[in-house]
């Protein structure tokens, strides 16, 4: 990936106040990810525009093209903002920055992060992907299993999440809760792509099983955290 994805500013709220990136309207990029793993930018791009007509056996539906999802913002500003203050290449890049690039590095974040936590875990635990379901409606990127049950989830984001409206964590935060079990935020920074406080996060886990009387044994989990 060669830059940075822009995703903030005036664009961001307009995005979100028209609903373009919204489940209904967009496409779920994690499952194309997940379904076909594409291996570069240009793929992604084109396999969010060949599940228009949802024809594919992985039964993801795209409801546009990158270029129509850029299409909707810019229009969206005549509506919202009563002029255009974006011209209609820059809305397109911000919708190619949102969906694309920012949706890959995301991706190879969670990744990291299964990767990380499975090897700071004893084998009597299990971090595996969260459905599309719970991905979409509870904000649950990771599922932590102990012994093949449930015991808590991870939301893998940057560390930019800190600093984002208040209302959008709450949105993430309510989402949470309907998940039914406690929910960990695994941030991590851009560019270093290290995860912050990975060991915390670990021990956290780890005391869920034990004050549940889970029959976990400390003694078989004998692997060291790291940061």
Request: glycine share 8%; aromatic share 10%; with cysteine.
């Amino acid at each position: 990936m060669t830059r940075k994805p822009y995703t903030g500013g005036p664009l961001n709220a307009l995005n979100g106040r028209a609903g373009i990136s919204a489940p209904g309207n967009s496409v779920s990029v994690s499952g194309l990810i997940k379904a076909h793993g594409p291996r570069s930018a240009a793929e992604l791009e084109r396999l969010i525009a060949e599940h228009v007509p949802g024809n594919c056996a992985c039964g993801i539906i795209s409801q546009g093209s990158i270029q129509d999802f850029g299409r909707n913002l810019f229009a969206a500003q005549k509506e919202h903002w009563g002029e255009y203050r974006f011209s209609l290449t820059e809305c397109i890049q911000w919708e190619y920055d949102l969906f694309v690039l920012q949706m890959l590095k995301g991706n190879m974040m969670e990744d990291k992060c299964k990767q990380a936590l499975a090897a700071n875990l004893s084998d009597q635990f299990q971090v595996c992907y969260a459905s599309k379901y719970v991905d979409e409606e509870m904000r649950v990127d990771l599922e932590v299993l102990f012994n093949g049950d449930a015991i808590a989830g991870i939301q893998v984001k940057p560390e930019s999440f800190n600093k984002v409206r208040p209302g959008i964590k709450t949105f993430n935060e309510r989402a949470n809760v309907n998940y039914g079990k406690p929910v960990f935020y695994a941030t991590y920074n851009y560019e270093t792509e290290l995860f912050n406080e990975m060991s915390l996060l670990v021990e956290r886990i780890r005391k869920i099983a034990s004050a549940r009387g889970l029959n976990y044994d400390k003694r078989v989990d004998t692997k060291t955290s790291h940061k």
